[in-house]
Structures are given as structure tokens and as C-alpha cells.
């Protein structure tokens, strides 16, 4: 342990590592700046030769400076279309088929190959087989309006 207390290089790089490796572990976001700043401080260490004070707070400084670029510079946005995997969140605007009668505005559609417990706006009733269209969807339970 003393050797790497001796060798701030190694030290920042340990460091850097073990900052780099919980973040592929989670996946947050927030570590990987920490842990280019955990390298460039053991790489401004063999330039300026540091003590550990110093090293601290050249960390800081580094740590605080690159996160808050990193987040002003590389924001994090979605895929276009949103996620693939949220079915839910295309189907609003899709058009179904009524896969059973609606009694009091309460039915099932089928849409995109699935059946779904739906809602027909306004309330009423639907015959079975009439298209419909996705108004909104809540939850697991989709607003529908007659085509």
C-alpha cells in the first residue's frame, strides 16, 4: 500500500479505474467524469509533482469542471421516436380493430397484433370489428374514438 501511496500516477490510475468500473456497472452517467479527472489529475502529478493536498484539490476542481461541462456539452437526449422497447407510448394515433363488443364505452381492441382493455371516448357502445383510433394511452388501458 505504501508503493502506491508513493506513486500518485498509479494512484490517480487505481482510482480512475475503480470510478470507471462501478460506472460501467450502473450505467448512471455521473462517474465517468470523475474518473477522467481521477487520470488527468495522476497525469498533472508527473508534470507538477503535487502533494496529496493539492492532488485533492486539483480533483475537485477537475471533477466539478468536467461534470458540469460534460452535462452543458453532451446532454442527454433520447432516441428519436423515443424508446423501442415502450410499446405504449407508440400507440397513440394507431388505428385497431374493436375485438369485442363495447358495452358502457368498456371493450378490448386489437392493435398492432395485441389485444389491449380500452376505453371508446365518449362513452357508449361499439360493434365488434369497427375501426378505431389510439387517443391516448394510460397505463396499460388505451382511449380509443371510432374512425
Do not use: K
Not at 39 to 50: D, K, N, R, W
Not at 56 to 70: D, I, P, Q, W
Amino acid at each position: 500500500m505504501d508503493w502506491l501511496l508513493q506513486n500518485p500516477l498509479a494512484f490517480w490510475l487505481v482510482i480512475a479505474a475503480a470510478l470507471l468500473a462501478f460506472e460501467v456497472g450502473t450505467g448512471s452517467g455521473w462517474l465517468l467524469w470523475p474518473a477522467g479527472s481521477a487520470a488527468a489529475t495522476g497525469v498533472a502529478t508527473l508534470v507538477f509533482h503535487f502533494d496529496l493536498q493539492m492532488q485533492l484539490v486539483v480533483f475537485a476542481l477537475l471533477t466539478m469542471g468536467t461534470t458540469l461541462a460534460g452535462r452543458r456539452f453532451f446532454p442527454r437526449t433520447s432516441a428519436a421516436g423515443g424508446d423501442i422497447n415502450d410499446t405504449t407510448s407508440r400507440l397513440a394515433g394507431s388505428e385497431g380493430v374493436a375485438a369485442e363488443e363495447f358495452q358502457a364505452g368498456s371493450g378490448r381492441v386489437l392493435v398492432d397484433g395485441q389485444e389491449w382493455a380500452a376505453e371508446l371516448e365518449g362513452g357508449g357502445s361499439l360493434a365488434y370489428g369497427a375501426r378505431v383510433i389510439v387517443t391516448h394511452v394510460g397505463g396499460s388501458r388505451l382511449t380509443v374514438r371510432p374512425r
